[in-house]
């Protein structure tokens, strides 16, 4: 996965977790790396981040621990290429990250995908409750689920701006994270850089299952992702 790169391991990981994780731009990255002795070039960084923050989230899933059966799903805006596109997400009522997806639409159809996805990846821990806004694309969604058998029959579906201010503050943060990009300009690109920022903000706010907390714990997981010594 690093042959041919002319830097270390340690020194790419370090920078694409800087990156995804404090919402800085590539030029102010590269100058922070300048003032250690390390030169390295943006657009470097970039396709740094573009490699490896898809792997780490990747990675990560074994390390993402349960989640509770209540489920708050939202869609919120992201700027890419001039148009605003949707990202959804969605968080546990404890605010603990499930998953998100980036999406041209909002109809049932992506509502479908992404609900399916989120499914996917908590297999071990399914909803017994989800939360969304008044979209209409959302209850021909979960009833599609059901009938396709990925989703109990149980599961109840609650439409409850109220429950949903847990994922709504969410978005804010992420945004935050999000602004020095100042905007993406292709789907690709801010799919793989929107993957990093979730789970470098899923690792930071302890969402994960972790040996240490704080920082160095943080370095020892994603390290220990990529088979380097802890």
Not at 1 to 28: A, H, Q, T
Not at 133 to 143: F, G, M, N, Q, T
Not at 161 to 173: F, P, Q, R, S
Request: aromatic share 10%; proline share 3%; glycine share 6%.
């Amino acid at each position: 996965m690093f042959k041919r790169r002319r830097f270390p391991v340690e020194i790419i990981l370090l920078c694409v977790r800087w990156y995804c994780k404090y919402g800085i731009s590539y030029r102010d990255l590269a100058e922070m790396m300048q003032e250690r002795g390390i030169k390295v070039d943006p657009s470097t960084l970039f396709r740094w981040v573009q490699r490896y923050a898809p792997e780490i989230e990747k990675r990560i899933r074994p390390y993402q621990g349960s989640r509770s059966g209540s489920w708050r799903v939202d869609e919120t805006y992201v700027r890419i290429g001039g148009r605003w596109k949707y990202l959804f997400r969605a968080v546990d009522k404890q605010g603990q990250f499930i998953n998100s997806m980036l999406s041209d639409r909002r109809d049932t159809s992506a509502a479908y995908r992404f609900l399916r996805k989120a499914l996917k990846t908590m297999s071990d821990h399914p909803p017994s409750s989800i939360t969304t806004d008044k979209l209409a694309s959302y209850p021909k969604a979960i009833r599609r689920l059901q009938d396709d058998g990925l989703l109990s029959k149980d599961v109840e579906h609650r439409t409850s701006k109220y429950l949903n201010n847990i994922i709504e503050a969410d978005h804010g943060a992420l945004k935050r994270v999000i602004r020095p990009t100042r905007g993406f300009q292709r789907m690709k690109t801010a799919r793989a850089t929107l993957k990093g920022f979730e789970v470098m903000r899923m690792i930071r706010r302890g969402q994960c299952v972790l040996a240490r907390h704080g920082a160095i714990g943080e370095i020892r997981l994603v390290n220990q992702l990529f088979g380097l010594a802890a």
